[in-house]
């Protein structure tokens, strides 16, 4: 009876160690380097790259997997603590024992093998996709059923599944740029980090201040602003209005727009010829900024400061400046 008992004890560690450790290793793992693996004909890639193809279907398995042998762990080691060891369910040290042995249960089969194959992530995963295959086959039924399960709920709470990315994040693009940048130069390298930045770059930080741009009142004519601003560098001037004794921004003027005007439009006031101004906060994000600007339709923002009072203006060639440098203007 103790032998039986220790060897099914053992597989459920084992399990559980195995499926803890393809948790992580699945998240970790670098996807593009298991495509390239794949058509390089490495038999242990394509087998993996089949698993990820599904990768709901793959975390369902390590879910349904681990559960279920956490849970079979812990039932024998009750039964061995009572029946092989002799001890009282009631007794204190009943409860010791099993606090110890969740602790190390915990230390062993949860964190060690997490540390293992965040470390080794591809390799790890690469040698046991042919265990976690039959695991998954051995488990489909299960899994099927959980999955029927989650899209009802899906349905009726009104969620949606999560998207399938090529990337589980953008560090992982910038790891799969270092290993596989031979072929680029120091310059395109440059770049590319500087979009996967655009995340973390607030717009303050290349706003130009509005307290030195030319100053562009609704009551100038287009003549006026043009000549005002013919030495200017950028295309889009923010144009004021005084609306109970403050100066407020009312639009943008359009410096191109407003040059191929007719000559008998030139003596009208520019606040005839406005765009829409955006107003944007100086915490946003310039990926959020390009954004706004793709789905407005506009090119020049004007950002505020905590008084909600304008501070800057930042256009499109701005952004591009901060990813292309000088080309971007």
């Avoid at 906060?281 to 905590?306: F, H, N, P, T, Y």
Wanted: proline share 4%; hydrophobic share 50%.
């Amino acid at each position: 009876m103790l032998l039986p008992l220790l060897l099914s004890l053992g597989a459920c560690l084992l399990l559980s160690f195995f499926l803890s450790g393809m948790e992580t290793g699945i998240v970790e793992l670098s996807r593009l380097r298991v495509r390239r693996m794949t058509r390089e004909g490495n038999v242990r890639a394509r087998r993996l790259q089949r698993l990820l193809d599904d990768p709901e279907d793959c975390l369902w398995t390590i879910l349904a997997g681990n559960t279920l042998a956490n849970f079979l762990a812990v039932l024998l080691a009750l039964l061995g603590l009572r029946d092989m060891a002799m001890l009282d369910e009631r007794s204190v040290i009943f409860w010791v024992l099993f606090g110890i042995g969740g602790l190390v249960f915990y230390a062993i089969c949860e964190l060690l093998p997490k540390m293992l194959f965040r470390q080794f992530p591809v390799h790890l995963c690469l040698w046991l996709s042919r265990p976690f295959a039959i695991v998954h086959r051995l488990l489909a039924p299960l899994v099927t059923v959980l999955q029927w399960i989650s899209r009802a709920l899906l349905a009726i709470t009104g969620g949606r599944a999560a998207p399938r990315r090529m990337f589980g994040s953008r560090e992982e693009l910038r790891q799969v740029m270092r290993e596989t940048s031979e072929g680029l130069t120091v310059d395109e390298r440059v770049m590319i980090d500087k979009v996967l930045d655009l995340q973390n770059i607030p717009v303050r930080d290349i706003a130009r201040p509005i307290r030195r741009e030319s100053t562009v009142d609704m009551e100038m004519t287009v003549i006026e602003v043009l000549r005002h601003n013919c030495n200017s560098t950028h295309e889009r001037m923010p144009v004021w209005e005084k609306t109970g004794g403050v100066r407020r921004v009312a639009g943008v003027a359009n410096l191109r727009q407003l040059s191929y005007l007719p000559e008998s439009e030139l003596q009208r006031p520019v606040g005839h010829f406005l765009e829409s101004a955006l107003f944007l906060d100086e915490d946003v994000r310039l990926e959020a900024v390009l954004r706004v600007m793709r789905r407005s339709g506009q090119r020049a923002v004007i950002i505020l400061d905590k008084r909600k009072m304008e501070m800057g203006v930042v256009s499109l060639p701005d952004v591009l400046g901060e990813v292309f440098g000088e080309a971007g203007n």
